[in-house]
């Protein structure tokens, strides 16, 4: 059983899994970036920077899929509040020396809850889609350092991941 004090909001009194009531929060403006890496060969990264990869517009295509997948985040992780997004940008920068792409996502919304899972989610699926598109030419590409690097509004207030 959880521990009523452990902090763990997804869980009730009794240790089950719950969806957490946000009614009671006040209405606020909330952002959320995120951001992960693709780890790819430079013959890979060089195809997805002239855009010629066999499939297409790799980044065009993982832009979209990085929306897609922040708009359906409530689909994917069963607690997740359905979030009216106000919007999802996403942006890739290429590092040629590391022979990777940085994904990056900002969501924002006005509401009860935060967009960072909407924001992770974003990075994932754009990251997915990139491993899909190019999985022809190098299927040992990796996906890593997924993670939140800031947030705002909400009762907790801003954070920023430490550097």
Known sequence: MINKNSGLTHFDNDGRAHMVDVSPKAVSEREAKASCYVQMEPETLELIIKGEAEKGDVLGVARIAGI?????????IPLCHPLSLDT?????????????????SICKTSG???VEMEALCAVTLASL???DMCKAVDRGMTISEIGL???SGGKSGTWTKKK
């Open 68 to 76: 897609q997948g922040a708009k359906k985040c409530s689909d994917l």
């Open 88 to 104: 999802v940008k996403i942006r890739f920068s290429f590092d040629k020396v590391s022979s990777r792409v940085l994904v990056e």
């Open 149 to 151: 690097e800031n947030k």
């Open 129 to 131: 889609t990139i491993y």
């Open 112 to 114: 009860r809850t935060g």
